[in-house]
């Protein structure tokens, strides 16, 4: 499904001038803090990356709580609980949005502003009980690191979530979709793949939200050669995250890089849920992203394209971008069909 405009008759996004000069801070601090020897100084760009705790007295009808599975590697969650229902008597449930944030797989975190505004934002408008997980960030931590943490959550939540207290008793483990925009985008498909290794009894996986997921190749793409000069995604940024997340020696062929190139595993036998690609036309990664949406279909999967022309990368980061409203509906009614099934 695409949504109208047509990003080729401009050389550049309609952003608004405050949106415009968060997005360059953003940028500079990227840039200052990825070092040529492929380390990451984290505390210079944590001074850019504001961090919200958690609200166990409702913002915006949604209380969030942490909670820590292995202290040891930093993996924790945010739980959000959309209070206007839960808090009702009623027997409505509700979903449950396993969310894996994006980065790179080396910047931000759960409790980012950004991160948390979005998945309050998910939790009160579906409505449903979002799950924001905390993972392990490269360089310090690569592949696969961060696939484990992200499958010991699910099965965590399939094991032992019930018995945390504060868990709503609406919560559908049954309707549960894994979800996730750039680098959590990656994640989430990812989890679709592993979790056909796991015997989950509790939790069904029924469908996947990648928005604007972040894969790559050796090859470079039309956008990715034509989108330059866009906000927060080039080249140089996108090549030096690969090399701070994927095993050392390894080029961008790798399989969880390129996940239907020359390298990958054939998951037509797989059992995947359906997927929802979103795709931003001012994204140099969107012809990737269309390559994913092509390469699920391709090996017999219910897959769905929906496009934003203007979008940039990060859209959803920014509520005064109109797209964000659309992506909440497109989310919604997505949830609302699969939960039908």
């Known amino acids: ?36 020897n492929i380390t990451f100084n984290r505390n210079f760009f944590n001074l850019f990356d504001i961090k919200c705790s958690a609200s166990n007295q409702p913002k915006n009808g949604v209380k969030s709580s942490d909670f820590v599975i292995d202290g040891s590697r930093n993996l924790w969650f945010r739980l959000y609980t959309p209070t206007n229902v839960t808090e009702t ?29 979005y998945c309050r934002r998910l939790a009160g408008e579906i409505p449903a009980v979002v799950i924001s997980v905390n993972y392990r960030l490269a360089p310090e931590h690569r592949y696969p690191c961060q696939y484990e943490d992200g499958i010991d959550v699910l099965k965590f939540i ?14 559908d483990l049954k309707r549960c979709f894994v979800a996730g925009d750039s680098a959590g985008g990656n994640l989430a498909h990812n989890m679709a793949v592993r979790a056909n290794e796991c015997n989950f009894s509790k939790l069904k996986l029924i469908g996947v939200i990648a ?33 701070a997340f994927l095993p050392e020696g390894s080029n961008r062929n790798h399989p969880a890089t390129n996940a239907f190139g ?47 022309p203007n979008a940039v990368h990060g859209f959803y ?19 609302q069909n699969q939960s039908a099934k």
């Not at 980065?103 to 502003?113: I, R």
């Not at 080039?234 to 090549?239: A, G, K, W």
């Not at 390469?295 to 496009?307: F, P, R, S, T, V």
């Not at 509520?319 to 992506?327: H, Q, V």
């Open 89 to 117: 008597p009623t027997t409505i449930s509700l979903p449950v949005i396993v969310y894996f944030h994006g980065g790179g797989f080396v910047l931000l975190a759960a409790n980012s502003k950004g991160f948390d505004d």
């Open 211 to 243: 928005i604007q997921p972040f894969f790559g190749g050796e090859e470079r793409t039309e956008s990715e050669t034509r989108l330059v000069g866009v906000p927060l995604v080039s080249m140089e940024r996108t090549d030096w995250m690969w090399k």
């Open 1 to 36: 499904m695409a949504h109208t405009g047509n990003p080729r008759a401009r050389a550049s996004p309609d952003l608004p001038w405050k949106t415009r000069l968060l997005m360059s801070a953003l940028s500079f601090a990227v840039d200052v803090s990825c070092r040529r």
């Open 317 to 335: 980061f920014f509520p005064e971008l109109s797209e964000g409203s659309l992506l909440i509906n497109d989310v919604k009614d997505f949830i």
């Open 158 to 171: 399939d094991n032992e979530i019930s018995k945390i207290e504060n868990f709503p008793a609406c919560a």
């Open 262 to 308: 020359p390298n990958a595993v054939d998951i037509s036998g797989v059992n995947i849920p359906a997927t929802i690609v979103v795709v931003g036309g001012f994204d140099p990664l969107q012809d990737w992203q269309k390559r994913h949406y092509d390469g699920l279909k391709k090996c017999g999967k219910e897959a769905y394209l929906i496009e934003y």
